[in-house]
């Protein structure tokens, strides 16, 4: 189990010790209808794959930096305008605003949510 979850959701690290897994642990154990429930839930039938890779890149950028907007900002060397814009535009589509923690970890989630289901959906062809 240790190895699956440290390729799915730290595939960056060579070595994830198992007592390192955290919420990771927790997402693999749960049931493929309940994960389909919940990112039905949180995105409305839409997905995270649906976001174009500058929006995906700047939301991770986001959560990087601690839910910074100026550091973010600068670190993607756009305007922090240009962030807090973006962010607005997520939280239309979604009704999550990041730059709320619970509504973050939320998103957080849902998108460790749907690596997972990737991942076991590849694992059945």
Same mark, same amino acid.
């Given at each position: 189990?240790?190895?699956?979850?440290?390729?799915?959701?730290?595939?960056?690290?060579?070595? !994830?010790?198992?007592? +390192?897994?955290?919420?990771?642990?927790? @997402?693999?154990? *749960? =049931?493929? =209808?309940?994960?389909?429930? /919940? @990112? &039905?839930?949180?995105?409305?039938?839409?997905?995270?794959?649906?976001?174009?890779?500058?929006? *995906?890149?700047?939301?991770?950028?986001?959560?990087? +930096? +601690?839910? +910074? !907007?100026?550091?973010?900002?600068?670190?993607?060397?756009?305007?922090?305008?240009?962030?807090?814009?973006?962010?607005?535009? *997520?939280?239309?589509?979604?009704?999550?605003?990041?730059?709320? /923690?619970?509504?973050?970890?939320?998103?957080? @989630?849902? *998108?460790? !949510? !749907?690596?997972?289901? &990737?991942?076991?959906?590849?694992?059945?062809?």
């Amino acid at each position: 189990m240790a190895l699956d979850v440290g390729k799915i959701f730290y595939s960056g690290r060579n070595v !994830v010790a198992y007592n +390192n897994l955290g919420i990771g642990r927790l @997402i693999y154990q *749960l =049931p493929m =209808p309940l994960c389909k429930m /919940f @990112i &039905k839930e949180i995105f409305e039938g839409k997905s995270p794959d649906d976001f174009d890779d500058e929006t *995906l890149a700047t939301i991770n950028k986001f959560f990087e +930096n +601690n839910l +910074n !907007v100026s550091e973010t900002s600068r670190q993607l060397y756009i305007h922090r305008n240009t962030l807090v814009y973006r962010l607005d535009k *997520l939280q239309k589509n979604t009704n999550l605003d990041l730059r709320v /923690f619970e509504d973050a970890i939320t998103f957080k @989630i849902a *998108l460790m !949510v !749907v690596k997972y289901m &990737k991942y076991m959906e590849q694992l059945d062809y």
